[in-house]
């Protein structure tokens, strides 16, 4: 349970702090869907279809869109981080 807790932690973090990519929820929903429909095609149960071919479907999708979005802004000649230019969104002000 704690690693399914950790995990999906990580993942929302993540994709909270790329939330410049607006193709994001899409690629991460087509993962979801691609990977359950391949898993469960392939006859394996539900169970290990959610536990291993969709969690790690998950975290290509979020590589894949931040690689991708990486070479498009070097592409463009855009040497800011989007990630770098937020303010503090785990800074604690007191």
Same mark, same amino acid.
């Given at each position: ?6 995990? %999906?932690?990580? /993942?929302? /973090? @993540?994709?909270?702090? #790329? #939330? =410049?990519?607006?193709?994001?929820? +899409? ?5 979801? %869907?691609?990977? *359950?429909?391949? =898993?469960? &095609?392939? =006859? @394996?149960?539900? +169970?290990? *279809?959610?536990?291993?071919? /969709? ?9 894949? $869109?931040?690689? $991708?979005?990486?070479?498009?802004? #070097?592409?463009? =000649?855009?040497? *800011?981080?989007? /990630?770098? *230019?937020?303010? &503090? ?6």
């Amino acid at each position: 349970m704690l690693a399914v807790s950790a995990y %999906s932690i990580a /993942v929302v /973090v @993540y994709s909270q702090r #790329r #939330r =410049g990519d607006r193709w994001q929820d +899409q690629a991460i929903l087509f993962a979801l %869907s691609a990977s *359950t429909l391949l =898993g469960l &095609g392939l =006859g @394996y149960d539900l +169970q290990t *279809t959610i536990l291993s071919i /969709v969690s790690w479907a998950v975290i290509a999708a979020l590589v894949l $869109s931040s690689i $991708s979005h990486e070479i498009a802004r #070097r592409a463009s =000649g855009n040497n *800011t981080d989007p /990630v770098d *230019t937020e303010e &503090g969104f785990f800074e604690v002000k007191l």
